[in-house]
């Protein structure tokens, strides 16, 4: 992920952000536990060498000679059930897009595959309907086993409920995916420029309420000047050096793959993101400033 030349900015990425013009970053982040130091593989593979497709419920990411395998399910309701988790079984959680997302990684091997079914079977609770994401190498064997484990799982749930935060200003983000998104994105990083030593929080989670940011200060309508040539080359810069890096590893893949069934998008969005940032000008981001700046007059008249 790209960081500006400021020690004292602080920006959190929430964990309902796949952060699309970083590839690097995209996609939710782990909330603990983190997974297991064994279970690290340094394996890469090329964004134009992987293939994806889903068929009914399940999702699956073809990485050639992965050794293991990871499977995510998007849940509407989180578990509470309390299960141990296996040996050399790597598991986390976190929110995206509306859904609660249960990850599990392990080796490809039989006993691996049915050690995560049992665990998946007691832990997960009772839907039947939830939708799947599996990244490993295509020859793996077991994937029914997963799946059934899925819809087979009697555990116990509650509501998936995401509360709302405050914060002193809050920007209306065009959606995941929306074409005006990057050049959102990159007009957000001229603002984390003028406002140093400030969070700043992105959130895309329209699956239950519009996409937005979170800023811990009010912003000064000065603040909102128009965007010189040098604030855009850098950051548009910054972003087009990031997408132009080719390889990722197995978890970074996978978070893509995730994000791709969260947003019902195609892993070719990610796959060309540097066409879409090379067609990005000025004027785009421009535009992205003035809805800002709308909305926080609309604010300010409101009060």
Known sequence: MFHFRRSTLWIIIYIT??????????????????????LDVIDIWSLDQVEFGCEGRLCQLSLPG?????????????????????????????RQGGYFIVSVSATAQASAIDGVSDFLETFLPA?????????????????DRLVKAVDEAQGDSVDNKVSQPSAL?????PSFGHPDQLPF???????????????IEVRWD???????????????????APVSE??????????????????????QLHRYAVTASVYQLPFEYFVRQPERLDRIRLADVEQMREFSLEQIQKQQQAH
């Open 127 to 143: 839907l039947g309907e939830s939708k799947m994401v599996l990244s490993a190498d295509k020859t793996m064997h077991g994937i």
């Open 66 to 94: 992965a050794k293991q395998f990871r499977f995510s399910i998007l849940l509407d309701r989180v578990p509470t059930r309390s299960v141990p988790v296996p040996d050399n079984v790597s598991l986390s959680v976190s």
């Open 185 to 199: 994105l990159l007009w957000v990083e001229v603002l984390k420029q003028r406002l140093p030593g400030y969070q």
């Open 17 to 38: 952000i796949p952060l699309v013009a970083v590839l690097n970053a995209i996609g939710p982040k782990n909330d603990t536990p983190e997974y297991k130091p064994e």
């Open 230 to 251: 040098q604030e855009f080359a850098t950051v548009h810069e910054a972003y087009q050096k990031a997408a132009a890096q080719r390889m990722r590893s197995a978890s």
């Open 206 to 224: 329209h699956r239950q309420a519009t996409s937005y940011v979170l800023i811990n200060t009010t912003v000064a309508n000065e603040l909102y």
């Open 169 to 173: 200003t809050r920007l209306a983000a």
